[in-house]
């Protein structure tokens, strides 16, 4: 995942509770949210929150373009109700089991998700919203009987580590260097 301390990172059917509604106490309005799946017509809006909330370590337009059109992409936004702004988004792939052994590696039949990115617009930071929708693309994976969900996590973005802890991944590794800023990976897991 990428860093930010404020951001919570690194086509089938939603199900049907995944509208939710929020209120931000710091706010004058009150803000419904639905979680949906991404589409061609909001990449303007996700660029915007990428290069907000990551900088350098931001995709490019070309990764989620790619994403929106493949079969094993996972890609949801959290739309504001009414005036359908684009508050935040998750993306995720699926991918095959591949069991090691010595020099050689095989497929197995088990799916695993890997988690990429969780980002919310800054305007709605603090709603809760990136557990929202962490919970949606879980449970998007879920339904594509992945068995697990690996993710990374820059050193310093404590606010991502703490929520994920909190919903049951578990660090399995660190990698030294992984970000340009020269930031080390959390390595997660959680079996779902």
Not at 131 to 153: G, H, N, Q
Request: hydrophobic residues 35%; contains cysteine.
């Amino acid at each position: 995942m990428k860093p930010n301390p404020e951001t919570l990172s690194s086509k089938p059917n939603l199900k049907p509770n995944m509208n939710t509604k929020t209120k931000s106490p710091a706010m004058k309005n009150s803000f419904s949210f639905i979680v949906r799946m991404a589409r061609n017509s909001d990449l303007d809006d996700i660029m915007k929150i990428e290069n907000i909330c990551f900088g350098i370590e931001a995709f490019h337009r070309r990764q989620f373009r790619y994403a929106l059109g493949a079969s094993r992409a996972v890609f949801l936004v959290a739309e504001t109700m009414g005036e359908k702004t684009i508050a935040g988004y998750a993306l995720g792939y699926i991918r095959r089991g591949v069991k090691k052994s010595g020099k050689s590696a095989e497929r197995t039949g088990a799916k695993n998700a890997r988690l990429y990115s969780i980002a919310v617009s800054p305007t709605f930071q603090g709603m809760s919203l990136g557990a929202k929708l962490l919970s949606a693309i879980e449970a998007e994976f879920a339904a594509k009987k992945c068995a697990r969900v690996f993710l990374e996590v820059h050193e310093n973005n404590v606010a991502a580590a703490t929520l994920y802890e909190s919903r049951g991944y578990r660090q399995r590794g660190y990698k030294k260097s992984y970000y340009h800023d020269g930031g080390a990976a959390k390595k997660y897991v959680r079996s779902i």
